[in-house]
């Protein structure tokens, strides 16, 4: 069932907020100070594409 709703979640939704989880992490990871936001941006992307079965945990 988890990958079911993964699967629905990636075609409807997921793609593009993921993507833009991913841009607004390569924006921040510019400056030195942005860094760390960027890196948990990009944990968010990964939550974004598939979120039934993970934690940001880590």
Do not use: D, E, H, Y
Not at 7 to 27: D, N, V, Y
Not at 46 to 52: A, D, E, G, I, K
């Amino acid at each position: 069932m988890r990958t079911l709703g993964n699967i629905l979640w990636f075609i409807f939704r997921g793609m593009f907020g993921g993507l833009a989880w991913i841009f607004a992490g390569c924006i921040w990871c510019i400056t030195i100070v942005g860094i760390p936001f960027g890196r948990q941006f990009f944990k968010m992307a990964r939550l974004s594409f598939m979120p039934f079965g993970t934690s940001v945990i880590g």
